[in-house]
């Protein structure tokens, strides 16, 4: 065991390797947990981490790395973020559980009434807290249900919903989320989802083309919910073209289709705005948070229509664990944080500064077929270069080298030829060009 070191933001913001990635007390530990740990809970970068905050993780050989992968969308406020770690030492010490279903606590609602302003649309909204995303997307589909009594469910190719039952079925990608794992939840059905790079359509197009599938091959009045990322997140960060949504939106209403908004990856300031589906002002019905609402803490969410999220039955939604009192304290914390340094406007600044290193990379990298994104949410598909054939070697062989190096990017994709860059929004603009430095010198070193 390490002792525990100070993190968050006064942690000093530099990359310094004082050793290969991974060192020799990473490499120790990497042994323990091949011991300990089940195989199939892999690692991506395997160096064991002390202290975290502003936009480094340091680690127990005592190296700094700078982290633009904010641990898949999480610590949006940064790690240790001063609010969050306040509320959370204040509600340990208060108490740290009571099951808000047996006895209730100000921190669950407080939570809620946040949500209630924070989302997109200003009807009456209800909100229910869950532990973890999947279970958020799943009881959005429980609730779309009983308020349709229908029982299909529409979702998307490269969709990534979670990895329970329902939710795998949800989930597009076989390898590594579903091969072996079913037989799945029944009455998914998938649509084409408008992907620019690869299908050229107008947003109207590619909504057409999908609304074609949905409307032959289950039938509007089937449908109980539209289950959608507004920006997807491990299919690729695929931004759909402008008037996919709106209309896709637009056809869920005249049919009475829940519109379900999944923002657990784009959603809490990531984006630049609060939430994805504001840019083209889309009301969802329902929306489902998680990831960044709590800075790092396990909490999750389903806001929607005070009349929809009504229809269950008391007793029909919660969980041990749901809205537990430390994960509230941690999210008021962390919206505390976004509203006061507004965030959105720096998710705004970073996706500035990450847009034009990565255009600069892409007029020298032909291997660089798209640089996509909004906000603090932004990626580069590699391609065989002239083509739209995945690279997905070259997206390795760049990721390891950038590992190496100190500087942790995580991939995504159907195909794993996807960059995603989603920094904290708490990193300096200096480490910020630094980083943008080492995938430059990774893309030079790899062809
Ligand atoms: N919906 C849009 O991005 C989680 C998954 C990492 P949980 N994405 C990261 C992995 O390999 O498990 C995610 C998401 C969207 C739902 C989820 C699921 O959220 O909190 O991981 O259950």
Redesign the pocket.
């Given at each position: 065991m390490t002792d525990s070191v100070a993190g968050g933001p006064s942690l000093p913001q530099e990359r310094r390797l004082v050793t290969e990635i991974p060192g020799p007390a990473s490499l120790e530990r990497l042994d323990r947990k091949k011991a300990f740990v089940a195989d199939g809970v892999g690692t991506t970068l395997p160096v064991f981490v002390v202290a975290a905050g502003g936009g480094v993780l340091v680690d127990v050989d005592g190296n700094s790395l700078i982290d633009l992968g904010s641990g898949?969308a999480v610590t949006t406020v940064g790690n240790a973020a001063p609010a969050v770690a306040r509320n959370v030492h204040a509600q340990v010490d208060a108490f740290t559980h009571t099951c808000f279903m047996v006895t209730p606590y100000d921190g669950y609602v407080d939570v809620c009434e946040k949500l209630a302003q924070l989302t997109p649309g200003d009807h009456a909204k209800k909100t229910a807290l869950f532990n973890?995303?999947?279970e958020a997307?799943e009881n959005a589909v429980k609730i779309a249900r009983v308020a349709t009594g229908r029982d299909a469910v529409a979702v998307f190719d490269h969709a990534?919903?979670?990895?329970t039952n329902l939710t795998m079925a949800m989930t597009a990608k076989n390898m590594p989320y579903k091969n072996g794992f079913g037989p799945f939840a029944g009455e998914i059905y998938r649509a084409p989802m408008s992907y620019p790079l690869r299908d050229g359509l107008t947003g109207g197009q590619a909504a057409a083309r999908a609304i074609d599938v949905l409307d032959k091959q289950v039938g509007a009045q089937n449908l109980a919910c539209i289950v959608i990322?507004p920006i997807l997140?491990?299919g690729g960060f695929v931004v759909p073209a402008p008037g996919f949504l709106p209309a896709l939106a637009a056809w869920a209403k005249d049919n009475g289709i829940v519109f379900v908004a999944?923002e657990?990856?784009s959603g809490f300031c990531r984006t630049g705005d609060w939430f994805a589906s504001d840019h083209e002002g889309v009301v969802p019905d329902l929306v489902t948070a998680?990831k960044g609402i709590a800075g790092g803490l396990p909490l999750?969410a389903v806001t929607g229509r005070a009349d929809l999220m009504d229809s269950v039955h008391v007793g029909g939604l919660g969980g041990t664990y749901g809205g537990n009192p430390i994960a509230c304290a941690a999210a008021l914390g962390a919206i505390e944080e976004m509203e006061g340094g507004r965030l959105t406007e720096r998710a705004r600044e970073i996706g500035a500064i990450m847009e034009r290193r990565l255009s600069e990379l892409r007029a020298v990298h032909d291997v660089i077929a798209d640089v996509r994104g909004r906000g603090a949410m932004m990626a580069i598909e590699l391609c065989k270069p002239g083509t739209t054939e995945p690279d997905a070697a070259r997206t390795a062989a760049v990721a390891a080298y950038c590992h190496k190096n100190g500087v942790v990017v995580l991939t995504c994709g159907t195909w794993g030829n996807v960059f995603r860059f989603l920094p904290p929004l708490s990193i300096s603009d200096e480490l910020l060009d630094e980083a943008f430095d080492v995938v430059a010198e990774a893309l030079t070193a790899t062809m």
């Open positions: 898949i973890s995303g999947a997307v990534y919903h979670g990895r990322e997140g491990e999944d657990i990856q998680a999750a």
